[in-house]
T-cell receptor
Framework: DAGVTQSPTHLIKTRGQQVTLRCSPK?????VSWYQQALGQGPQFIFQ???????QRGNFPDRFSGHQFPNYSSELNVNALLLGDSALYLC????????????FGQGTRLTVV | DAKTTQPTSMDCAEGRAANLPCNHS???????VYWYRQIHSQGPQYIIH???NNETNEMASLIITEDRKSSTLILPHATLRDTAVYYC??????????????FGTGTRLQVTL
């Protein structure tokens, strides 16, 4: 079992550009959540996807959007990048209805210049 | 989810027990105490969770006070590989809540020779 995998591991983008990050959940997991972690801070919840729908959302602007595919993998899209979007983006998966803990990927380090 | 309070940092000698405290005085009756840790540049890793009884697994022990307002994570024989940021999180268990976590700033544990 490969666990939660994220791609790419590192990314550099220019202000105003758009970025797409990808996540494959742990085998058997159907729920995916995305987090943003700024340097020195704890991860902050962006949103959660279940059954291809956004189920819950944290306090993030509409520039942050996502998608979940029938195979439960997910994408995080960020439009009109700002310097403040530079962070580690983490994906976590769990099993809805039975899962007691979340499994995290290694994250994607996004740098906006 | 209830708010938690943790010390910013702690030191522990290798081979000794590391005791990490967490205060969660506003915890509700159906909320569990979860512990995750994040080793530098990696995604958070689940350690242990409990409701009101003490719990032990291969990684750690969790001691929850009788009034459930505080808890202690115990790493019985800390090693250098246990150096990480430890997060105490209080949440309702089950369902889609498993991967929707509210992280604070955690306790930075430094294990030294």
């Amino acid at each position: 079992d490969a666990g939660v995998t994220q791609s790419p591991t590192h990314l550099i983008k220019t202000r105003g550009q758009q970025v797409t990050l990808r996540c494959s959940p742990k085998s058997g997991h159907d729920t995916v959540s995305w987090y943003q972690q700024a340097l020195g801070q704890g991860p902050q919840f962006i949103f959660q996807y279940y059954e291809e729908e956004e189920r819950q959302r944290g306090n993030f602007p509409d520039r942050f959007s996502g998608h979940q595919f029938p195979n439960y993998s997910s994408e995080l899209n960020v439009n009109a990048l700002l310097l403040g979007d530079s962070a580690l983006y983490l994906c976590a998966s769990s099993e809805d209805g039975r899962g007691t803990e979340a499994f995290f990927g290694q994250g994607t380090r996004l740098t906006v210049v | 989810d209830a708010k938690t309070t943790q010390p910013t940092s702690m030191d522990c000698a290798e081979g000794r027990a590391a005791n990490l405290p967490c205060n969660h005085s506003t915890i509700s009756g159906n909320e569990y105490v979860y512990w995750y840790r994040q080793i530098h540049s990696q995604g958070p890793q689940y350690i242990i969770h409990g409701l009101k009884n003490n719990e032990t697994n291969e990684m750690a022990s969790l001691i929850i006070t009788e009034d459930r307002k505080s808890s202690t994570l115990i790493l019985p024989h800390a090693t250098l590989r246990d150096t990480a940021v430890y997060y105490c999180i209080v949440r309702v268990a089950g369902g889609g809540t498993a991967s929707k976590l509210t992280f604070g700033t955690g306790t930075r544990l430094q294990v030294t020779l």
